[in-house]
């Protein structure tokens, strides 16, 4: 019955709000004026009346199957939607057929294939002769990045378009668009009506759903505070998939606020990770690579922290081990940066494969036998330990290979005394190697 509702144009009265407030008119979309706004590149393109291919890339509730079904609308094509998840190669092939009879006929279609990333490589090569051949317009939808997501060859075809979760402007005015529609106000305090806009996390599908349990629960005549509507509705876990593309933006996010120096955003990220179920190993792992990665000689106590917080997290488990994991990022995020091992250890490796099987220099071999001493291993050796500076100024570099400076303290926290080291030694080695000294 639905369908024929739909086929109509007609909402029936008893569907959901979302559907009751679906927008008639691409100027009704809220939340993506960056593409349907005025010089928007989706709005261009209907004002010019030549619709191309397109992907529209963005988190659930955004509006991508409605921009879809306005386009098909305001171009004068015919809308065809397939679902990735329930459809398969017969599917495809019935609807290439159709359209490929409604050009006949003179009528272009808008194909709209909703999860266009479930589909297989082949079955997404599928599409492109058709696309080529101008017999559909493909706006494929998806929550997934395009580029690890479709074929090349497909993207080539296809503009990508990004749609952004709704921010809390847009939310508001479609809270507002549904007591318009429903003919009275949330029964909400300011501060509930902010925690409801929460609740939704971008997605205004979502938003509406909350709001109409909220009007259809809420006792009449009452006004709820954030207590009394968490205790009415069900707030959902935030979206946040440990095997895609969300996990390597967050864990990217933690990492970058650490190395960025700011503890606030490093334990903000740290906590949207904890609570959309991310592995508590997996982040220690990634605290105790942070600690040698951007801080290393900075602050050579970073890596004992770090370690300690995996191993107390081991100990303790989930809520307390949790803390750990917290003081370690704060101590990170708070202590001096530097690269000076990270790139010294990269150069030597580079260095190492330049220079092949290169022996150390006789006197820093190993002789633990006579020939090997009467051939000179060991000779000259001198201990360092045993000399006036605790110096020698030896070469450790293999006969035939150049003297390199690998690593170079930034002077940033310990290692700008290391840095004052090295610079002393280095004038030693220096004089030593002219003989004056």
């Known amino acids: 019955m639905s369908d024929l509702f739909e086929a109509a144009g007609v909402v029936p009265p008893k569907a959901p709000l979302a559907d009751r407030l679906r927008p008639r008119a691409l100027g009704e979309v809220v939340g993506q004026d960056h593409l349907l706004g005025e010089g928007g590149p989706i709005r261009r393109m209907v004002e010019a009346g030549r619709l191309g291919s397109m992907i529209l890339w963005g988190p659930p509730g955004t509006g991508k199957t409605t921009i879809a079904r306005l386009l098909a609308q305001a171009a004068g094509y015919q809308?065809?939607?397939?679902?990735?998840?329930?459809?398969?190669?017969?599917?495809?092939?019935?609807?290439?057929?159709?359209?490929?009879?409604?050009?006949?006929?003179?009528?272009?279609?808008?194909?709209f294939v909703d999860e266009i990333h479930r589909f297989n490589r082949a079955q997404q090569d599928g599409f492109l002769p058709f696309v080529e051949e101008g017999t559909i317009t493909l706006v494929g939808a998806t929550t997934e990045n395009p580029s690890f997501e479709l074929n090349g060859a497909l993207l080539s075809r296809s503009q990508v378009f990004v749609l952004r979760r709704l921010d809390e402007v847009a939310l508001d005015q479609l809270l507002t668009k549904a007591e318009a529609h429903l003919e009275r106000p949330a029964p909400l305090t300011p501060e509930a009506r902010q925690t409801l806009i929460a609740m939704a996390d971008g997605d205004g599908r979502y938003l509406l759903t909350l709001a109409e349990a909220l009007f259809d629960l809420s006792p009449a005549g009452e006004t709820l505070d954030p207590a009394r509507l968490a205790a009415l509705l069900q707030k959902r876990a935030p979206a946040y998939d440990k095997s895609r593309e969300?996990?390597?933006?967050?864990?990217?996010?933690?990492?970058?606020?650490?190395?960025?120096?700011?503890?606030?955003?490093?334990?903000?990220?740290?906590?949207?990770?904890?609570?959309?179920?991310?592995?508590?190993?997996?982040?220690?792992?990634?605290?105790?690579?942070?600690?040698?990665?951007?801080?290393?000689?900075?602050?050579?106590?970073?890596?004992?922290?770090?370690?300690?917080?995996?191993?107390?997290?081991?100990?303790?488990?989930?809520?307390?081990?949790?803390?750990?994991?917290?003081?370690?990022?704060?101590?990170?995020?708070?202590?001096?940066?530097?690269?000076?091992?990270?790139?010294?250890?990269?150069?030597?490796?580079?260095?190492?494969?330049?220079?092949?099987?290169?022996?150390?220099?006789?006197?820093i071999r190993n002789a633990p036998t006579k020939l090997m001493r009467d051939l000179g291993y060991g000779m000259g050796y001198q201990y360092d330990p045993d000399t006036p500076e605790g110096f020698s100024g030896a070469n450790y570099f293999p006969d035939g290979m150049e003297r390199r400076t690998f690593y170079a303290p930034k002077g940033e926290g310990h290692e700008a005394k290391i840095r004052e080291r090295l610079e002393r030694w280095s004038a030693l080695r220096a004089r030593r190697a002219a003989g004056r000294d």
Do not use: C
């Open 246 to 363: 969300e996990h390597y933006n967050l864990i990217s996010a933690l990492h970058k606020s650490v190395r960025g120096s700011d503890p606030d955003a490093a334990l903000y990220w740290l906590a949207r990770m904890l609570q959309g179920g991310e592995d508590p190993l997996y982040l220690a792992r990634r605290i105790v690579r942070m600690a040698v990665e951007d801080i290393g000689e900075a602050d050579p106590l970073s890596i004992l922290v770090a370690n300690a917080a995996k191993d107390t997290y081991d100990f303790l488990g989930s809520p307390e081990g949790e803390l750990a994991l917290a003081q370690a990022v704060v101590h990170l995020a708070t202590a001096p940066k530097s690269a000076g091992v990270y790139e010294a250890f990269k150069a030597a490796k580079r260095a190492a494969a330049e220079t092949g099987s290169l022996a150390p220099p006789a006197h």
């Open 79 to 111: 809308f065809q939607q397939i679902s990735a998840v329930f459809s398969g190669v017969a599917d495809l092939k019935k609807a290439f057929e159709t359209a490929r009879a409604r050009r006949a006929a003179g009528q272009a279609t808008l194909l």
